[in-house]
C-alpha cells in the first residue's frame, strides 16, 4: 500500500503566484487533514474533512483552500503566496477522528518557499 | 502560547545513555500520543495512552500518562543512534490533534 501521498516533495513560488499542494490515500479513510510545521512549532491543523463533500477550518487556515470531491484526494490550494506561508505542509489521513482508537498516517510533505 | 509543551526542545546524548522527555500541559486530555519524525518524512504513531497512569513499553522505550491526564513522558534506555529524530507528543482536543513544538533528539555513536 502506498499510505499518504502527497505532491510534489519540494516547490519554489514567487510572491503572488498560487499553487495547489496534492493529496491522494488509498486506505479508504473518510478523515483527512493538512498540517503546516514551521521549525520548533509542531503541526498547525489547516483545514480537515470528514468525508467527500465536508470541509471544515482547522487552526490556521487563512490564505488557503481546501476541497474534497473523492474519498481518496485533498488537494490543499495557495491563491496568493505570501513568505509567511514558506513551511512543510503535511497530509493525512485516519479511519477515525479518534484519535484514541486510530491514527493518523501522514505523507511525506510538501516543501514549499515563497520568495 | 503552545496547548502542549515540550522539553527539552533539543538534546543530544552519547549511545548507551538513558534520557526522559516531557509534555507538559495544564488541560486534561482524554488521550496522548507520540509520534517521531524523521528527516524528509512525516510523522509516524508510536503509541497511544489513555488512561491515566498508564505506563505503556516499546522495546526500550516507555511511555508514561500522568494520574490526571494532563502530561506524560517518554524514558529511553540505552539510547542508540536509530533513535535520534523529533519526538513529538500530541493530544486529542474536540476531536482533532494538537501537537507539541517537539523534542529533538540526537544520539551520538
Known amino acids: 500500500n502506498a499510505g499518504v501521498t502527497q505532491t510534489p516533495k519540494f516547490r519554489i513560488l514567487k510572491i503572488g503566484q498560487s499553487m495547489t499542494l496534492q493529496c491522494t490515500q488509498d486506505?479508504?479513510?473518510?478523515?483527512m487533514y493538512w498540517y503546516r510545521q514551521d521549525p520548533g512549532m509542531g503541526l498547525k491543523l489547516i483545514y480537515y474533512s470528514v468525508g467527500a463533500g465536508i470541509t471544515d477550518k482547522g487552526e490556521v487556515p487563512n490564505g488557503y483552500n481546501v476541497s474534497r470531491s473523492t474519498t481518496e484526494d485533498f488537494p490543499l490550494r495557495l491563491e496568493l503566496a505570501a513568505p509567511s506561508q514558506t513551511s512543510v505542509y503535511f497530509c493525512?489521513?485516519?479511519?477515525?477522528?479518534?484519535?484514541?482508537?486510530?491514527?493518523?498516517?501522514f505523507g511525506d510533505g510538501t516543501r514549499l518557499s515563497i520568495l | 502560547t503552545q496547548l502542549l509543551e515540550q522539553s527539552p526542545q533539543f538534546l543530544s546524548i552519547q549511545e548507551g545513555e538513558n534520557l526522559t522527555v516531557y509534555c507538559n500541559s495544564s488541560s486534561v486530555f482524554s488521550s496522548l500520543q507520540w509520534y517521531r519524525q524523521e528527516p524528509g518524512e512525516g510523522p509516524v504513531l508510536l503509541v497511544t495512552?489513555?488512561?491515566?497512569?498508564e505506563v505503556k513499553k516499546l522495546k526500550r522505550l516507555t511511555f508514561q500518562f500522568g494520574d490526571a491526564r494532563k502530561d506524560s513522558s517518554l524514558h529511553i534506555t540505552a539510547a542508540q543512534p536509530g533513535d535520534t529524530g523529533l519526538y513529538l507528543c500530541a493530544a486529542s482536543r474536540a476531536q482533532k490533534l494538537v501537537f507539541g513544538q517537539g523534542t529533538r533528539l540526537t544520539i551520538n555513536p
Open positions: 495512552v489513555v488512561t491515566g497512569g
Open positions: 493525512a489521513s485516519s479511519y477515525s477522528m479518534q484519535p484514541s482508537n486510530q491514527p493518523q498516517h
Open positions: 486506505m479508504n479513510h473518510n478523515y
